[in-house]
């Protein structure tokens, strides 16, 4: 038996970590699915009418992987796993459109996601310099002190570390 519910923005549906027995299918309004990455929410996607979400620890008997929070009043429906699972195994073409919606949300979270936490990633900062070596004609030495003050790192440690992962690297 499906359960219909209406939610307000700001409401929690459900929390990373929190034990899962449900599938959610947007009916309207908006919601987000984020994670916490050293205390900083991480957006993973917004999810609209005809999206479902909390298949990944209903498939699998685990865990929520990340937050659903209302970002815009939502109708919702809940599904059970003993439904899901009922259907799954009665209608193969359901087991067809679950891995096809599975694998292209998994690509588009796992991108969005690593453009999010590469925030200090070490090529970001050689990007930085080749654009102002190569386009700006900035002096080398200026572009490492730029760095070095927007790093809060007046002895260049963080930079010698980055260039030292950039040459380990190729």
């Given at each position: ?72 009043d939502a109708l919702i429906s809940i599904i059970p796993k003993e439904v899901i699972a009922a259907t799954l195994k009665s ?80």
């Open positions: 038996m499906t359960l219909e519910k209406l939610y307000y923005t700001g409401d929690i549906i459900f929390k990373e970590g929190d034990l899962s027995g449900e599938i959610y299918l947007v009916k309207a309004g908006c919601v987000q699915i984020f994670q916490l990455h050293h205390g900083k929410e991480v957006e993973i996607t917004k999810l609209y009418s005809g999206d479902i979400f909390g298949e990944l620890a209903v498939l699998d008997n685990s865990y929520r992987s990340a937050t659903a929070r209302v970002v815009e209608n193969p073409i359901w087991v067809n459109a679950l891995i096809r919606v599975l694998t292209t949300r998994l690509r588009e979270m796992t991108k969005k996601y690593n453009e999010q936490i590469s925030e200090y990633h070490p090529f970001k900062y050689l990007n930085y310099l080749i654009k102002k070596k190569l386009e700006l004609g900035t002096p080398t030495e200026k572009i490492v002190k730029e760095l070095s003050i927007f790093l809060n790192d007046p002895e260049y440690k963080q930079l010698k570390s980055i260039l030292q992962l950039i040459t380990k690297s190729g």
